[in-house]
């Protein structure tokens, strides 16, 4: 970015005259994201470097009227809630907050700043012996900030105690420009005084009765400006064991899927389609439609990590049990599956963020995704009804992927399907966005929750849900009155 003519004295006396940039060209590429939103010029950008200055920010924000949009991950954006909802609107560049403030390997937490990605946190953690839970393959540019609050799943559900979980505490910037830290890193004292004291900001409750960070976290902005967070840590494994189980139906995996969370066996669970676990597997389109011809329909990702003094052992005794479990349900694990895939492949990508281009449009440069919370038994007959609409409504369903991923100790599920398409298709663009749009309702009627609604889907969740949304803007009024919080989104 350069920066260009500067459009305001009182924000380049905020960050500094290098820090606000307003070239046509970057607000023309901000405008838009991937995704279906309606494209909306920003004002200008600008970068702030510390907590003060995104204070100063959002204070000068309320006395202007002018709406800010957050922004942590680097492009592509894919959900439309970093799209402008409002003209004349200020993005709030937090990438270059980058700083891993702290690794504490006695605790296994660590505190970020929210510009970190993935692949900078993930060296700065192995230095000290430590692992992040991770998502599913995340982009290469995706904030680990911006992942924890849109509660992206992680693929180690059996290690999530709470829908909240990897994020623990966090300091945020409300709308109205006060700052706040939650959890126990509230207080008492600061942060170096807790430090002193044996403190590691590892507990997410509190202060009090009250989680704040429950009403930052899956507001796509609308509440805060986080500047930093803590988050749980693994142990880095040692050794790692990898079974995949294949089927010609879901409905034996999710089953096998819902034992091994109620007996609380291994760590990495998750079922993919062929198309998912070929997209995750190959860099192009072409192999990847070669790979996916050859896999079988569903496969039960499986992985216990080898950590601690005993690694061997730890995964000896899990191992064991998970070959009864599979065979007493009919199911067979292997390690290899046809087309040369091994499950060994699949632990090792599961390390790192997505090689480019990221998995997801590597079959058609565009994709769009539905997912939404379930609970594991209900999860096939889900899938399904969105597959027969797909088929109904002319896709072409060998392109559709679908994940489905335990979270919570099993409690429920996030289920997701990726729909690639041509970007520069318009017809076909169009028809995905009419066909999701439907099959989202259909799935809300047959009782998915669509937990985390962006776009246009957040208006038919809210419209379902009257109270919550009452609740919710009584929230707004208190935290953001002026409502420069990324105004549009959401039921705001
Ligand atoms: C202070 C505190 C103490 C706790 N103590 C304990 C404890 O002692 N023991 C314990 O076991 N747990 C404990 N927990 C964890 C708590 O049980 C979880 O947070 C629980 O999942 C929350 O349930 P809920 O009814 O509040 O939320 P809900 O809103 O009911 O959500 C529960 C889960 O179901 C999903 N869900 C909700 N509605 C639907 C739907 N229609 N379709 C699909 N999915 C849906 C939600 O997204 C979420 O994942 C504690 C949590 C806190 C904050």
Redesign the pocket.
Known sequence: MNPAVIPHDDLTDIVGRDRVFDDPNLLRRLARDESFATPTTPRCVVQPATPEQVQELVRWANRTATPLVPVSSGAPHFRGDTVPGEGGAVIVDLSTMNAVLRVDRRNRVAMIEPGVTYGELLPALRREGLAPYMPLLPRRTKSVVGSMLEREPITMGRHQ????DPLLCIEVIFGNGELFRTGSAAGPGTIEEQRQAGGAQMR??GPG?T?LQ?IVQGAQGTMGIVTWATMKCRLLPTVTEAFLVASESPEPLLALGHELFRIMLGDDVFVLNAHNLAAILTDDAESLRRLRAALPAWILYFAVDGTGVLPEERIAYQVEQWQDLAQRLGLRPVKNLPAGVRADHVARSLTAPSTDPYWKLRLSGGCEDVF????LD?AAAMVRLFHERAERAGYPTRDLGTYVQP???G??CHCELNLPYDPGDGAAAGAVRTLVEEASVALANA???F?RPYGRCADFAYRRDAVSTMALKKLKAIFDPQHVMNPGKLCF
């Open positions: 105690w709470d829908i909240q997410g409750m009765q989680d429950r939404f919370l379930t609970t209900r979270t919570v100790q409690t429920s009782g998915a929750f937990s």
